[in-house]
């Protein structure tokens, strides 16, 4: 079994959104952005690889805005 983690040097307590070694400019899933939002930039996979996480917490706020602005619409109206 191996392990990518590293127990020794400066990355031990820097986030992991700070390393060297992350990401090199590569796409982040929707997933692994809210991985790293809730356990802010200590862990990219927190919520594990399944791209159904990232599009729930996605839907999530997408609907909430928009039942906020629905709802000061409707209630301004009236």
Known sequence: ???KFDFSGDNLFKPIAF???FNQFARL???????LFFTASREDSALGFSRAAG??????V???VVEAILGV?????F
């Open 55 to 60: 599009r729930f917490w996605t839907g999530l």
């Open 19 to 21: 390393r060297e070694d």
């Open 73 to 77: 619409t409707i209630f301004q109206v």
């Open 1 to 3: 079994m191996e392990t």
């Open 29 to 35: 899933s929707e997933t692994q952005a809210w991985s």
């Open 62 to 64: 997408v609907a909430t």
